[in-house]
C-alpha cells in the first residue's frame, strides 16, 4: 500500500496547539511551557534564517514538524543547515510523513545555497541513515540555566 502524500506547509499561528503537543512529545528536559512556546512559535515564522514547517495528514490534522536554522560556518565554507527538530506523532509513524519533511528541509538547504544538511539524534539513526545521512560526529550540550 502506497502512503497518502503528506501536505508539508509553513507554520502558522493556528498550529500552535499541535506543534506545542509534539514538542513535549519529544521528553526533552525543558518544559515546554505555553507562553514559550507561543513567543517562540511567533519568533520563528518571521525568522528568515529558520524554517519551521508542519505536515498535515489527509484529514488536515497537523501530524508533525520540522525546524531547522541556516548559518554560517567555517568548517563549510558557506550556509549550513541544522535541523533542530523532527517529530511525527507515534500514531502517524512510518508513512513517509519524516522522509516528507526532511526533504522540505532538504529543499529549503538547497535554496539557500546550503553545503549540507546536519543533525543531532539519540534514537533514530537508521532511519537518518536510510535517508543517505551519515554518522559523523557526537553531540554534546551544556545547559546554560
Known amino acids: 500500500m502506497k502512503p497518502t502524500p503528506t501536505l508539508v506547509r509553513p507554520a502558522a499561528a493556528g498550529d500552535l496547539l499541535a506543534i506545542t503537543a509534539l514538542a513535549r512529545a519529544l521528553g526533552t528536559a525543558s518544559e515546554v511551557t505555553d507562553d514559550a512556546a507561543s513567543a517562540i512559535l511567533g519568533a520563528l515564522v518571521e525568522d528568515p534564517r529558520a524554517l519551521l514547517a508542519v505536515a498535515e495528514n489527509e484529514a488536515g490534522v497537523v501530524v508533525g514538524y520540522v525546524l531547522a536554522h541556516r548559518h554560517l560556518a567555517f568548517h563549510a565554507g558557506g550556509w549550513v543547515v ?31 545555497g546550503a553545503t549540507h544538511v546536519a543533525l543531532a539524534s539519540r534514537h533514530a539513526g537508521p532511519f537518518y541513515v536510510a535517508l543517505g545521512y551519515e554518522d559523523s560526529a557526537v553531540y554534546y550540550k551544556k545547559p546554560q540555566r
Open 82 to 112: 541544522w535541523i533542530e527538530e523532527v517529530v511525527v506523532d507515534a500514531g502517524a509513524r512510518r508513512r513517509g510523513i519524516g522522509r516528507d519533511l526532511l526533504n522540505r528541509a532538504e529543499e529549503w538547504a538547497a535554496e539557500h
